[in-house]
C-alpha cells in the first residue's frame, strides 16, 4: 500500500514538473502572442481599408488548366477564351515507310468529369466538371494551324530571359493562323460543336477468336482533323524536319483553338487540361516485311502530343477578351475609393479584377506620453497597430486568432455561378502570407460557406500568424494585401502585368502581378468591403469587412 502511494505521488510530481516545464516553453516561444486556454476570449474589431484593382492584360503561358468556350456572366459580362499552343511528335526521326498514304487524323483531349453512376453492363454515366454557362451551349469551334513561332525565352543584354504571352493577343494569333480550319469532321466537331459528356465505348471482335473487347474512355474533345494538310505536313515531310523537336517546333508552330457564337445557340466555356491531349495519325505504307508486294501494305500510325505547362522547352497561351457590363467597369476603375474604401469588392478571374487590402492605416511616428502610453502626431491620438503592440507588450494581451470575413452580395451574385475559394496574399511582394500551409482548405481558409439555400454566405481567411508578426516586429512593414478568386490551392505562382501599375500614388509601389491561379478561374463575386455604411442597421454596416481578432485578457 505505501510503495503505491509512493509511485502515485512520485508521478504526478514527475508530470506536475513536466506540464510546467512546457508551459514555461509555450510561453515563452509564444513571446505573449498566443494564450495558454481558450477561457475568457474577447473579441475586437478593427476598420479595414479595401478598395477595386483592375487586373490589365496579363500573362497566360504554360498554365493548367486553360478557358475555351464563351462565358456570359450577368454581372460581369462576356468572356471568349481562345487557346494556342505547340505540338510535339512523341518519337523524333520516325520511320514512316514507303507509299505512305493517309486513312485519318485524330485529335483527342480528355474533359475533367466525374461518374454519377455505372449500370450493370458496366456503362458509366458522367458529369462535366469544370463547365461554366449553359450545360448544353454550342460553340462555333475552329482549329487552325498557329502561323507564330512561340518561344519558351529569348536573350536581352546578354542575359536568357523567359517568354511571356498574354491575354490580350489573340487578334495577334488569329490575323497569323495559316490556312483554313482543320477540323473537318462533323457539324458536331465544328460549328455546332459541344462539351459531349458521354463515355466513349469502343467494342472490337478479334477476327478468329470472335471474342469482344470493350474499351471505355471518359468523355473528352474528339476532332477528326483535315487529312490532306497531315498527309503533306507530316507523311510527305523532309526527314530532316522531323529529326528534332526545336527543328519540328519551327516546321510545325502549333494549333491555335478559336471559338465564336454557334447561331442563336447559348454558349459555355470549359476548362480544360490540354496537356493530356494527342493527335494521332492513321496511314498505310509499305514496310520492309510487304517491300516485295506490289500493293501490300501495313497500317500505322504516327503521334503528336499536345504542349503544356510541364514542357520547359516550348509555350502554350491563353487569350482571354472581356465585354465587361457598364456596371462592373465603373466599380473597377472610375468609381474607386482608395481613401475610404469601396462599399463593394469586385472580384474577377482571368483579366478581371481584384481587391486591395490594408489592415492598418499608420501615417504618423510612434511617440509616448508621461503615462507610457502610446500616442501619435499632433491630435495625440495612436494608430490602432501601435495601441496592439503597447497592449501585447504591457498588458498581457494574449492573441488567440485573427480573421478576415468576406460577406457576399446576395442581391447581386443572383443568379451568378460563385467562385468555390477566394485567396489572399502579400500584395507589396507577391508572396504567400504566413499563415498559408500546405493544408490551405483548413488551416488559412477561403473556402465559400454556403447556406440553407445552397447559395453563398460569406469566405472566412484565417491571418493569425500573420498578425503576430506585425505585433512582434515593430519594424515589420505592414504591407498591402490582394485578394482574388482562386482556382487551385495548391497554384502559388505569380504572373506578370504587361505593364505594371503605380499605386498608392507611390513612385516606387507598383501593383506588377497576380496570382496564377485567379487567372485561371473565370468566375467572379461582389462582396461587402469595408467602407462603413452609415445607419447601424443597414446591410453594408452588419457584413463590412473588418478585422476581427480573439484575445485573452488578463483580469
Same mark, same amino acid.
Given at each position: 500500500?505505501?510503495?503505491?502511494?509512493?509511485?502515485?505521488?512520485?508521478?504526478?510530481?514527475?508530470?506536475?514538473?513536466? &506540464?510546467?516545464?512546457?508551459?514555461?516553453?509555450?510561453?515563452?516561444?509564444?513571446?505573449?502572442?498566443?494564450?495558454?486556454?481558450?477561457?475568457?476570449?474577447?473579441?475586437?474589431?478593427?476598420? %479595414?481599408?479595401?478598395?477595386?484593382?483592375? %487586373?490589365?492584360?496579363?500573362?497566360?503561358?504554360?498554365?493548367?488548366?486553360?478557358?475555351?468556350?464563351?462565358?456570359?456572366?450577368?454581372?460581369?459580362?462576356?468572356?471568349?477564351?481562345?487557346?494556342?499552343?505547340?505540338?510535339?511528335?512523341?518519337?523524333?526521326?520516325?520511320?514512316?515507310?514507303?507509299?505512305?498514304?493517309?486513312?485519318?487524323?485524330?485529335?483527342?483531349?480528355?474533359?475533367? +468529369?466525374?461518374?454519377?453512376?455505372?449500370?450493370?453492363?458496366?456503362?458509366?454515366?458522367?458529369?462535366?466538371?469544370?463547365?461554366?454557362?449553359?450545360?448544353?451551349?454550342?460553340?462555333?469551334?475552329?482549329?487552325?494551324?498557329?502561323?507564330?513561332?512561340?518561344?519558351?525565352?529569348? !536573350?536581352?543584354?546578354?542575359?536568357?530571359?523567359?517568354? !511571356?504571352?498574354?491575354?490580350?493577343?489573340?487578334?495577334?494569333?488569329?490575323?497569323?493562323?495559316?490556312?483554313?480550319?482543320?477540323?473537318?469532321?462533323?457539324? @458536331?466537331?465544328?460549328?455546332?460543336?459541344?462539351?459531349?459528356?458521354?463515355?466513349?465505348?469502343?467494342?472490337?471482335?478479334?477476327?478468329?477468336?470472335?471474342?469482344?473487347?470493350?474499351?471505355?474512355?471518359?468523355?473528352?474533345?474528339? &476532332?477528326?482533323?483535315?487529312?490532306?494538310? !497531315?498527309?503533306?505536313?507530316?507523311?510527305?515531310?523532309?526527314?530532316?524536319?522531323?529529326?528534332?523537336?526545336?527543328?519540328?517546333?519551327?516546321? !510545325?508552330?502549333?494549333?491555335?483553338?478559336?471559338?465564336?457564337?454557334?447561331?442563336?445557340?447559348?454558349?459555355?466555356?470549359?476548362?480544360?487540361?490540354? +496537356?493530356?491531349?494527342?493527335?494521332?495519325?492513321?496511314?498505310?505504307?509499305?514496310?520492309?516485311?510487304?517491300?516485295?508486294?506490289?500493293?501490300?501494305?501495313?497500317?500505322?500510325?504516327?503521334?503528336?502530343?499536345?504542349?503544356?505547362?510541364?514542357?520547359?522547352?516550348?509555350?502554350?497561351?491563353?487569350?482571354?477578351?472581356?465585354?465587361?457590363?457598364?456596371?462592373?467597369?465603373?466599380?473597377?476603375?472610375?468609381?474607386?475609393?482608395?481613401?475610404?474604401?469601396?462599399?463593394? @469588392?469586385?472580384?474577377?478571374?482571368?483579366?478581371?479584377?481584384?481587391?486591395?487590402?490594408?489592415?492598418?492605416?499608420?501615417?504618423?511616428?510612434?511617440?509616448?506620453?508621461?503615462?507610457?502610453?502610446?500616442?501619435?502626431?499632433?491630435?495625440?491620438?495612436?494608430?490602432?497597430?501601435?495601441?496592439?503592440?503597447?497592449?501585447?507588450?504591457?498588458?498581457?494581451?494574449?492573441?488567440?486568432?485573427?480573421?478576415?470575413?468576406?460577406?457576399?452580395?446576395?442581391?447581386?451574385?443572383?443568379?451568378?455561378?460563385?467562385?468555390?475559394? %477566394?485567396?489572399?496574399?502579400?500584395?507589396?511582394?507577391?508572396?504567400?502570407?504566413?499563415?498559408? +500551409?500546405?493544408?490551405?482548405?483548413?488551416?488559412?481558409?477561403?473556402?465559400?460557406?454556403?447556406? +440553407?439555400?445552397?447559395?453563398?454566405?460569406?469566405?472566412?481567411?484565417?491571418?493569425?500568424?500573420?498578425?503576430?508578426?506585425?505585433?512582434?516586429?515593430?519594424?515589420?512593414?505592414?504591407?498591402?494585401?490582394?485578394?482574388?478568386?482562386?482556382?487551385?490551392?495548391?497554384? &502559388?505562382?505569380?504572373?506578370?502585368?504587361?505593364?505594371?501599375?503605380?499605386?498608392?500614388?507611390?513612385?516606387?509601389?507598383?501593383?506588377?502581378?497576380?496570382?496564377?491561379?485567379?487567372?485561371?478561374?473565370? &468566375?467572379?463575386?461582389?462582396?461587402?468591403?469595408?467602407?462603413?455604411?452609415?445607419?447601424?442597421?443597414?446591410?453594408?454596416?452588419?457584413?463590412?469587412?473588418? @478585422?476581427?481578432?480573439?484575445?485573452?485578457?488578463?483580469?
Amino acid at each position: 500500500m505505501y510503495k503505491t502511494s509512493f509511485f502515485k505521488k512520485s508521478l504526478l510530481a514527475v508530470m506536475a514538473v513536466f &506540464l510546467y516545464s512546457c508551459d514555461k516553453d509555450f510561453n515563452a516561444i509564444g513571446d505573449g502572442l498566443v494564450g495558454d486556454d481558450h477561457f475568457g476570449l474577447e473579441s475586437e474589431k478593427y476598420d %479595414v481599408l479595401a478598395f477595386n484593382q483592375e %487586373v490589365t492584360p496579363i500573362q497566360s503561358n504554360n498554365m493548367t488548366p486553360n478557358a475555351l468556350g464563351i462565358y456570359d456572366n450577368p454581372l460581369f459580362g462576356t468572356t471568349t477564351a481562345n487557346f494556342v499552343t505547340q505540338v510535339g511528335l512523341t518519337s523524333y526521326a520516325p520511320t514512316i515507310g514507303a507509299s505512305a498514304v493517309i486513312d485519318s487524323v485524330k485529335i483527342e483531349i480528355p474533359y475533367f +468529369s466525374h461518374v454519377t453512376a455505372t449500370d450493370k453492363d458496366g456503362n458509366n454515366t458522367y458529369e462535366l466538371d469544370s463547365i461554366y454557362g449553359d450545360k448544353n451551349g454550342k460553340l462555333k469551334l475552329s482549329v487552325y494551324e498557329s502561323g507564330i513561332q512561340m518561344r519558351s525565352s529569348y !536573350f536581352s543584354g546578354g542575359n536568357q530571359l523567359p517568354q !511571356f504571352y498574354y491575354t490580350d493577343q489573340n487578334t495577334e494569333f488569329s490575323n497569323k493562323k495559316v490556312g483554313e480550319r482543320l477540323n473537318n469532321g462533323g457539324v @458536331l466537331e465544328n460549328d455546332e460543336f459541344y462539351f459531349n459528356a458521354k463515355e466513349i465505348v469502343t467494342k472490337t471482335t478479334d477476327p478468329t477468336t470472335k471474342v469482344v473487347t470493350t474499351d471505355r474512355k471518359k468523355p473528352q474533345m474528339t &476532332l477528326h482533323l483535315n487529312p490532306q494538310f !497531315f498527309q503533306d505536313k507530316i507523311l510527305n515531310a523532309a526527314a530532316s524536319k522531323l529529326s528534332s523537336e526545336d527543328v519540328f517546333q519551327e516546321y !510545325f508552330r502549333g494549333l491555335y483553338f478559336n471559338v465564336e457564337r454557334s447561331g442563336a445557340s447559348p454558349s459555355n466555356m470549359a476548362l480544360i487540361n490540354f +496537356s493530356e491531349g494527342k493527335i494521332t495519325v492513321y496511314y498505310k505504307a509499305k514496310t520492309e516485311s510487304t517491300a516485295d508486294a506490289d500493293d501490300a501494305t501495313e497500317s500505322k500510325k504516327i503521334e503528336l502530343n499536345l504542349k503544356g505547362a510541364s514542357a520547359t522547352t516550348s509555350n502554350t497561351a491563353n487569350f482571354l477578351a472581356d465585354a465587361r457590363n457598364p456596371e462592373y467597369v465603373s466599380a473597377i476603375t472610375t468609381n474607386v475609393n482608395e481613401t475610404e474604401g469601396d462599399e463593394k @469588392l469586385y472580384l474577377k478571374g482571368g483579366q478581371g479584377s481584384l481587391a486591395i487590402i490594408k489592415l492598418f492605416n499608420q501615417t504618423d511616428v510612434l511617440s509616448y506620453n508621461s503615462a507610457g502610453e502610446p500616442v501619435n502626431g499632433a491630435n495625440g491620438v495612436p494608430d490602432e497597430l501601435d495601441e496592439i503592440r503597447y497592449n501585447v507588450a504591457n498588458k498581457n494581451w494574449k492573441v488567440n486568432e485573427a480573421n478576415l470575413v468576406f460577406y457576399i452580395d446576395a442581391a447581386k451574385m443572383t443568379g451568378t455561378e460563385e467562385p468555390n475559394r %477566394v485567396y489572399l496574399y502579400n500584395l507589396t511582394n507577391n508572396t504567400v502570407l504566413a499563415d498559408y +500551409s500546405a493544408d490551405a482548405s483548413s488551416a488559412y481558409g477561403g473556402l465559400i460557406t454556403v447556406g +440553407s439555400d445552397k447559395r453563398g454566405k460569406s469566405y472566412k481567411i484565417r491571418i493569425t500568424s500573420h498578425f503576430r508578426n506585425l505585433i512582434k516586429d515593430a519594424t515589420a512593414k505592414n504591407v498591402d494585401l490582394g485578394l482574388v478568386v482562386s482556382q487551385s490551392a495548391t497554384t &502559388l505562382t505569380f504572373n506578370a502585368l504587361k505593364n505594371k501599375i503605380q499605386i498608392n500614388d507611390n513612385p516606387i509601389e507598383y501593383f506588377s502581378a497576380a496570382p496564377r491561379t485567379s487567372v485561371m478561374n473565370p &468566375l467572379g463575386t461582389v462582396l461587402f468591403g469595408g467602407k462603413k455604411g452609415g445607419s447601424p442597421d443597414s446591410e453594408q454596416e452588419k457584413k463590412r469587412l473588418r @478585422l476581427e481578432v480573439y484575445y485573452t485578457k488578463p483580469n
